[in-house]
Structures are given as structure tokens and as C-alpha cells.
């Protein structure tokens, strides 16, 4: 995208998974263990796939790499039992660097949303065991929209009913489709890798690329003092 000088931005829209909680490795090894559980394995080229999109969209990678044979809906039960076990033990973690950049955006009064492709049931669930659902403005889930990343839906969704226009919001995210949902939304895609590295077509759609959250902070706290 063009790497334009942010004039104005008054909401910030962050994904869930990978980007402000450290699930989505936890997920990935969860899809794996469960599939090899009926003899199938996952490699991590094909989970990089379903990345950032709805379940419905991992559905049809995960039909189109084994056939349709593939016993779908009983190994999603299976993984969501691991993760419910690791949960129990370990809790959910958070990103480094995640409240710092919270508690800044509320000091400056923008507003806070949550733009997922994770079911809203278990966004809400998540939100809740980490202490931080009531820290949006509001959320926006896989479930309630009609095309998940890479197309802009969850994105324009969010901002109208944040009652703020899309060139208006900065994107967080960790996913390519995310980037890639951000920028066709008319966005401002700021991307913190997670488990893939950006190609070179998605660091051209971001508008900046930060390892971790800290540095967001830091570029919001920066932003703030030139506005």
C-alpha cells in the first residue's frame, strides 16, 4: 500500500488470535495431534493456510488437501478438547507487550474493537478467561458476516458499528488474509507476525511491520505526540 503519513485515526481494530493472545501455536498443535489421532498429518505449510480465516474456510482447505473422507468434524472436536486441557493447565497467554498497548489507547480515548474469524461463541469465552473483554468497544465475528479475511467484511463490519469511517482504523493483525482484509477495506494494516513471516506482497499492502506489540506502543505513543 502506499506508505502514506497517518493524519488521523480515531479506532483501532485488533484480530484475536496470534495477535493479542499466544493461541494460535497452541491451536495448531492441537489440529495436528487430534488429526494424526485418525491418521492424517497436518504439516505446517497446510495449517499456515487457514490462518487468520473462518472455520468454514478451513473446512474446505482441510476437505481439499485430504478429500472428502476426511472426518472433519470429529477431529475439530478432538483439537477443541486439547486446547480446553492446555487452557486448564496453563491458562490463556497473553501477548508481551498487550496491556501496555491497551492502556495507552485508552489514555489517548480511541475506541477498541475486536475484528476475528474465530466463532463469536469462543472469542467471548477467550476474552473473558483473559480478562479482557470488557476492555472493547466491540466485537466483530467470523460468524457474523458472510465472506471471512481475506475479504474486508469483518473490517467494514467492525467500523460501522463503531460509527467510524474505514480510513479511520488502524488494523492489528498477524495473518496475511488479515493484512490482505485490511488494506481492501481502505484501512490502515499494521501487522505483528506470529507464526509466518509477511511475503513480499503482503509487507507491501502493511503499512508498518513490528515484531511484537511493544512496538506498536511505541509507534502509537510517537503518532500521539505529532497529533
Not at 59 to 65: E, K
Not at 66 to 90: C, L, M, N, T, V
Given at each position: 500500500?502506499?506508505k502514506?503519513i497517518?493524519?488521523?485515526f480515531?479506532?483501532?481494530?485488533?484480530?484475536m488470535?496470534?495477535?493479542?493472545?499466544?493461541?494460535?501455536?497452541?491451536?495448531?498443535?492441537?489440529?495436528q495431534?487430534?488429526?494424526?489421532?485418525?491418521?492424517?498429518?497436518?504439516?505446517?505449510e497446510?495449517?499456515a493456510k487457514a490462518?487468520?480465516?473462518?472455520?468454514?474456510?478451513?473446512?474446505?482447505?482441510?476437505?481439499?488437501?485430504?478429500?472428502k473422507?476426511?472426518p472433519?468434524?470429529?477431529?475439530r472436536?478432538?483439537k477443541?478438547?486439547?486446547?480446553?486441557?492446555?487452557?486448564?493447565?496453563h491458562g490463556?497467554?497473553?501477548?508481551?507487550?498487550?496491556?501496555?498497548?491497551?492502556?495507552?489507547i485508552?489514555?489517548?480515548?480511541?475506541?477498541k474493537?475486536?475484528?476475528?474469524?474465530?466463532?463469536?461463541?469462543s472469542?467471548?469465552?477467550k476474552?473473558?478467561?483473559s480478562?479482557?473483554?470488557?476492555r472493547?468497544?466491540?466485537?466483530?465475528?467470523?460468524?457474523?458476516?458472510?465472506?471471512?479475511?481475506p475479504?474486508p467484511?469483518?473490517?467494514?463490519?467492525?467500523?460501522e458499528?463503531?460509527?467510524?469511517?474505514a480510513e479511520?482504523?488502524?488494523v492489528?493483525?498477524?495473518?496475511?488474509?488479515?493484512?490482505?482484509?485490511?488494506?481492501?477495506?481502505?484501512?490502515?494494516?499494521v501487522m505483528?507476525p506470529?507464526?509466518?513471516e509477511?511475503?513480499?506482497?503482503?509487507?507491501a499492502?502493511?503499512y508498518?511491520?513490528?515484531?511484537?506489540?511493544?512496538?506498536?506502543?511505541?509507534?502509537?505513543?510517537?503518532?500521539?505526540?505529532?497529533?
Amino acid at each position: 500500500m502506499n506508505k502514506r503519513i497517518i493524519m488521523k485515526f480515531s479506532a483501532i481494530i485488533f484480530d484475536m488470535d496470534g495477535l493479542m493472545l499466544d493461541t494460535e501455536s497452541i491451536a495448531r498443535c492441537a489440529w495436528q495431534r487430534a488429526a494424526l489421532d485418525w491418521g492424517y498429518t497436518i504439516e505446517n505449510e497446510l495449517y499456515a493456510k487457514a490462518i487468520g480465516r473462518r472455520i468454514q474456510d478451513t473446512t474446505n482447505i482441510l476437505l481439499m488437501a485430504f478429500g472428502k473422507s476426511f472426518p472433519f468434524d470429529e477431529i475439530r472436536k478432538r483439537k477443541q478438547k486439547y486446547i480446553e486441557e492446555y487452557i486448564a493447565e496453563h491458562g490463556i497467554p497473553k501477548k508481551p507487550g498487550l496491556i501496555k498497548l491497551l492502556d495507552l489507547i485508552d489514555e489517548l480515548s480511541l475506541l477498541k474493537a475486536i475484528g476475528s474469524s474465530t466463532e463469536k461463541k469462543s472469542v467471548i469465552r477467550k476474552l473473558t478467561l483473559s480478562g479482557l473483554i470488557q476492555r472493547f468497544d466491540t466485537l466483530v465475528c467470523g460468524d457474523e458476516i458472510q465472506n471471512g479475511k481475506p475479504a474486508p467484511d469483518i473490517f467494514l463490519t467492525t467500523a460501522e458499528r463503531l460509527h467510524v469511517p474505514a480510513e479511520q482504523c488502524l488494523v492489528l493483525e498477524d495473518s496475511e488474509t488479515g493484512i490482505q482484509a485490511a488494506h481492501t477495506a481502505g484501512m490502515i494494516p499494521v501487522m505483528v507476525p506470529d507464526l509466518i513471516e509477511p511475503s513480499k506482497k503482503t509487507t507491501a499492502l502493511a503499512y508498518k511491520i513490528y515484531p511484537t506489540l511493544n512496538e506498536v506502543t511505541t509507534f502509537l505513543y510517537t503518532w500521539s505526540a505529532r497529533h
